[in-house]
């Protein structure tokens, strides 16, 4: 099955869950111009939730970012706090889909460049004699890592306290979403009951 159903619907921005989060609103068609009751574009996601479901939905990993988009269900009862919820997920989503696309890409391309250097120090070409692209061992590939980490460093430190940030509003809203609903829940028990 190409998307699996997310199992706790309204997700939860758990430290887990940052990796499933990678799509923004503008590029699955979501946020504020998504209308109620009705679900997000997924055009270009390489899947479609059935109309009829309810839920938000898992896909396959993006070719560029690694991360899993999510699709996420409008409901017609949607209220302002949870819209403002479903858009801060939607907007992280972005900033991850963002990120590690970006990082993905210099990560190739600095990697390629390395062995190419490497090889043409040893004076080797990228294939060898039968066509096969030359490696280099473990140890060598390792001083790539090392130096592409160090290099890194501080982008992957802004991105970790961004990432904490959002998710720590995501957190706030979904308490808040979570209490109304207990409250909404309460009031109308109270009221059946007394009938």
Not at 164 to 187: D, E, H, P, S
Request: hydrophobic share 35%.
């Amino acid at each position: 099955m190409a998307a699996v159903r997310l199992l706790a619907r309204g997700g939860g921005c758990c430290h887990r869950h940052r990796l499933l989060l990678s799509f923004s609103s503008s590029s699955a068609g979501g946020g504020p111009m998504a209308q109620r009751g009705e679900r997000q574009e997924s055009a270009g996601l390489g899947f479609s939730p059935p109309a009829h479901s309810h839920n938000d939905w898992i896909g396959p990993p993006d070719k560029h970012s690694n991360l899993r988009p999510v699709i996420f269900y409008v409901s017609p009862e949607e209220s302002p706090l949870e819209r403002r919820l479903r858009e801060a997920r939607q907007e992280a989503q972005a900033c991850d889909q963002r990120f590690w696309a970006r990082h993905n890409r210099a990560f190739r391309q600095e990697k390629e460049e390395f062995i190419y250097s490497r090889l043409k120090a040893k004076g080797l070409e990228m294939r060898d004699e039968t066509g096969q692209k030359a490696t280099l061992n473990a140890e060598e590939m390792a001083d790539f890592y090392k130096d592409f980490l160090s290099k890194n460093f501080r982008k992957h430190m802004q991105y970790n306290r961004d990432w904490y940030k959002r998710n720590f509003t995501i957190t706030y809203l979904m308490g808040q979403v979570a209490l109304a609903r207990a409250l909404r829940w309460l009031r109308w028990k109270k009221k059946n009951v007394g009938n």
